[in-house]
């Protein structure tokens, strides 16, 4: 079946970074576009970045472009996310996501604090 495991996230101190990995499987992953989103405590799940099949386009929230950068291996069916200059506001659970088969990866936590 169709699975998403993430994995990558921690504690880190303002300023730091982390590269957050979503592993796919049971699906022609270089077939379909793929997005990051996040949840903080007590908000709404947000799109923070996707990418599509072959690479081509991305697109990324306001707040985090510049910083973050998301990428695909579709060779090794893995998506990431290069987390840098962290920010507590970026504090959340991450989720990867396939938006044309409607599947969420677990989450994994990502937790800014000093």
Not at 60 to 78: H, M, P, Q
Not at 98 to 107: A, D, S
Request: glycine residues 10%; contains cysteine.
């Amino acid at each position: 079946q169709v699975q998403l495991v993430e994995s990558g996230g921690d504690l880190v101190q303002p300023g730091g970074s982390l590269r957050l990995s979503c592993v796919a499987s049971g699906f022609n992953f270089s077939a379909y576009g793929m997005s990051w989103h996040r949840q903080a405590p007590g908000k709404e799940r947000e799109l923070v970045a996707s990418i599509n099949a072959m690479s081509t386009t991305d697109g990324y929230l306001d707040s985090v472009k510049g910083r973050f950068t998301i990428s695909r291996d579709n060779a090794e069916n893995i998506l990431y996310l290069q987390m840098n200059r962290l920010k507590p506001e970026d504090t959340a659970v991450y989720y990867c996501y396939i938006p044309y088969l409607n599947i969420w990866g677990q989450g994994t936590q990502v937790t800014v604090s000093s």
